[in-house]
């Protein structure tokens, strides 16, 4: 099993609509959850930490469940600018207080006119 | 306050080459990471650098080294080129004890022919 897994889509939706995106990840001493967007051929960019409280930033709503080893990103009322890949981030704390980063594949959303 | 730059911004090379790629931090952050992002999938961690050290590896050959300089800026090279090392190389800095929140240059992108 892979450490952080995405379903890579991709997500065709039409302006307006609500999408969801989840990550599992297998680590259960994983201790901090992000999720990155990234533009074709640009670089990552942080959209949103997730919070074991879950956490909204205006359409965007991300939710974490350590039960079930699972981080959700909720998109409401999509844009056309909303199209992009999003990465799943898992922080690890490694021995030594060392942290590593784990990275989905991504999930690749199309939002269509 | 520049953010992370990487230089140069797209890079040719042949099997067998050596190449070197650079990264300046942003203003205040004294950590610096390497990922390797090919076409389709999500960034791989190549290593990590501060107070002039490596201190985190992934799975990564020794064909792969780093420098980091006092200045914090930091240098990736690859030695024999391989035609699967065609990808995206994100440079990512971030204080040393911030360990969640990561800043991404906007990557060279490397062509092995």
């Known amino acids: 099993r892979k450490e952080v897994e995405q379903d890579p889509g991709p997500f065709n939706v039409p302006e307006g609509a609500t999408v969801a995106f989840n990550c599992t990840y297998s680590n259960s001493a994983s201790q901090s959850f992000f999720w990155y967007r990234q533009d074709c051929r640009k670089e990552p960019k942080l959209l949103m930490s997730?919070?074991?409280?879950?956490n909204e930033d205006g359409r965007f709503t991300a939710q974490l469940n350590r039960a079930s080893q699972y981080i959700s990103l909720l998109i409401r009322d999509s844009k056309l600018s909303d199209s992009a890949t999003y990465l799943c981030?898992?922080?690890?704390?490694?021995?030594?207080?060392?942290?590593?980063?784990?990275w989905g594949l991504g999930t690749s959303l199309a939002v269509n006119p | 306050d520049a953010g992370v730059t990487q230089s140069p911004t797209h890079l040719i090379k042949t099997r067998g080459q050596q190449v070197t790629l650079r990264c300046s931090p942003k203003?205040?952050?004294?950590?610096v990471s390497w990922y390797q992002q090919a076409l389709g999938q999500g960034p791989q961690f190549i290593f990590q650098?501060?107070?002039?050290?490596?201190?985190q590896r992934g799975n990564f050959p020794d064909r792969f080294s780093g420098h980091q300089f006092p200045n914090y800026s930091s240098e990736l090279n690859v030695n024999a080129l391989l035609l699967g090392d065609s990808a995206l190389y994100l440079c990512?800095?971030?204080?040393?004890?911030?360990?969640?929140?990561?800043?991404f240059g906007p990557g060279t992108r490397l062509t092995v022919l």
């Open positions: 650098y501060y107070e002039e050290e490596e201190r």
């Open positions: 997730v919070y074991s409280s879950g």
């Open positions: 203003s205040g952050h004294d950590t």
């Open positions: 990512a800095s971030r204080p040393r004890y911030n360990t969640d929140t990561q800043y």
């Open positions: 981030v898992v922080n690890l704390n490694n021995a030594g207080n060392n942290r590593k980063l784990i």
